[in-house]
């Protein structure tokens, strides 16, 4: 089927609609998952037994079980337990939690990579722990985390397609209707396409930037 740029130029405006949505549902779901995985890092060094074993459960489980399983629970499971979300909710929900458990092994290994120093430093002048992990730990653990943070975004981004099974009107879930609609699906998924590549491409180097800028 021969690729007609004046249909692909007519089907821009639904695919946009359809980007937006996948846009905010990355974003929301990024920052959950940024500050999941913040939490889930600190859990881990806790010296409550306690809170260390959940978190380690946690890992287990969102580490060892596909996205779309994820999904499809919190969205037909959950509402058999009289829990019902709305589809974008679930969406960026989801994301969450599942990168969640990914974005804490980063924040895991850079945390160990503040020097011991740092923590018998903060000992020694009596800080409170909360002291230590704000003004010491953190600051230094935050560098080397840039541009793990950008990778896992720009994945969050790749699985969205995944987010359709649960009905929510994404980029890819609107070049599809498309096609169905039409018949023709080299405009739309090239279109699609060209999408993603616009949003991953600015954020890889906008990501690249923020790591330049925190060696300085």
Do not use: C
Not at 8 to 22: C, K, N, R, Y
Not at 85 to 97: D, H, K, N, Q, Y
Not at 116 to 140: K, M, N, S, Y
Request: net charge positive.
């Amino acid at each position: 089927m021969i690729f007609d740029p004046a249909f692909a130029w007519s089907i821009i405006p639904d695919l946009f609609d359809g980007l937006l949505v996948t846009v905010q549902v990355v974003i929301l779901g990024f920052l959950l998952a940024t500050l999941i995985g913040l939490l889930l890092a600190i859990a881990q060094r806790t010296r409550h037994t306690v809170i260390r074993r959940l978190s380690s459960a946690y890992l287990s489980f969102f580490r060892n079980t596909p996205l779309m399983v994820q999904l499809y629970v919190l969205f037909f499971a959950l509402p058999l337990a009289g829990i019902t979300l709305p589809a974008m909710s679930t969406g960026v929900i989801g994301l969450g939690l599942y990168y969640g458990s990914y974005i804490a092994e980063g924040f895991r290994g850079a945390i160990e990579g503040v020097p011991a120093g740092q923590w018998e430093a903060a000992r020694a002048l009596d800080f409170h722990a909360t002291t230590t992990w704000r003004r010491i730990v953190l600051p230094q653990a935050l560098k080397p985390m840039v541009p793990v943070l950008g990778n896992y975004l720009i994945g969050m981004f790749k699985e969205t397609p995944l987010l359709a099974v649960i009905s929510i009107p994404e980029l890819f879930q609107a070049a599809k209707q498309i096609a169905g609609m039409s018949y023709r699906y080299n405009e739309p998924y090239t279109v699609m396409a060209l999408m993603f590549l616009a949003i991953s491409i600015p954020t890889s180097l906008l990501f690249k930037y923020f790591e330049r800028r925190s060696h300085v």
